[in-house]
């Protein structure tokens, strides 16, 4: 079983990431951006990051391209592909790349939706969640890409079932 843990728009937070990071487990780990800490601040080590509208170092990438398992994923924080609009023109800069997985934060919006080949997932925010009360992050786990469970947690720990997706890409 493969295990990603996705996490966005901390804006500052680190005791926070530590804890989640060290409590999950995972063997991937990405950052959708709004970090508003320094492209090599330790509480990054390990993570697949991006940079986003509130991202001053210049450092961070604005997009990133990761295959795990056969599985191609595309990071991104979404300000620059007006997420906060649709997932259309996200869906066409995923498809250029090759990208199955689109991580992105930017909405602070917890969920997943599978569009066409495509999953999206946005872990929302653990610092700033809008749509609901509790910080949130991300799991993808999967052993085959036809089994993929996205599940979603408030930053303690504690798991919100409503918001689990199955997909199969």
């Known amino acids: ?32 951006g709004d970090s508003e ?27 990133q391209v990761l295959t795990i398992n056969e599985i191609t994923f595309c990071i991104v924080h979404g300000h620059l592909h007006q997420v906060k609009s649709n997932l ?3 869906g066409y800069r995923a498809e250029e790349l090759g990208a199955q997985v689109v991580c ?13 080949n495509q999953l999206f997932i946005n872990p929302g925010s653990i610092r700033l969640p809008r749509g609901r009360k509790e910080a949130t992050y991300a799991i993808m786990e999967w052993e085959t890409s036809s089994n993929i469970a996205v599940s ?15 997909a199969t890409i």
């Open 37 to 63: 800490l320094d492209a090599d601040a330790k509480e990054l080590d390990q993570f697949y990051v991006v940079g986003g509208n509130c991202d001053f170092d210049n450092r961070y990438p604005t997009e």
């Open 88 to 90: 259309l023109m996200l």
């Open 1 to 32: 079983m493969t295990r990603v843990l996705i996490i966005s728009d901390s804006h500052g937070l680190t005791s926070d990431i530590l804890s989640i990071r060290d409590r999950e487990n995972a063997d991937y780990m990405i950052h959708c």
């Open 152 to 166: 979603f947690y408030e930053a303690n720990g504690d798991p919100i079932n409503e918001l689990f997706y199955n």
């Open 104 to 116: 992105f934060g930017h909405t602070h919006i917890a969920g997943a939706e599978q569009v066409g």
